[in-house]
C-alpha cells in the first residue's frame, strides 16, 4: 500500500529520535483504542501529556 505510512507533511513518521515512554504511552492507547477501552485510551493520553511536559521525555528536546 503506498503512501500508508507518508505523513501529509511529507516527512515519514519514523523519522527523528523517539521517546521510549512516549512510544509506550502511545502504544496502550492504540491498545485501548482496539479494545474499546475509552477510559483506558484516555489515561494513556493524559499520562503521554503529563510525561511530556515533565523534563523526563527526551523527544520533546529541541535541537
Ligand atoms: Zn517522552
New binding site residues.
Partial sequence: MPGKNVAPGGEPASVGVD?D??EEFRQGETEADAERDWSRATDCRVLLRR??DSAE????EPR
Fill in positions: 521517546c515512554s512516549c510525561h511530556q521525555c527526551v523527544a520533546r
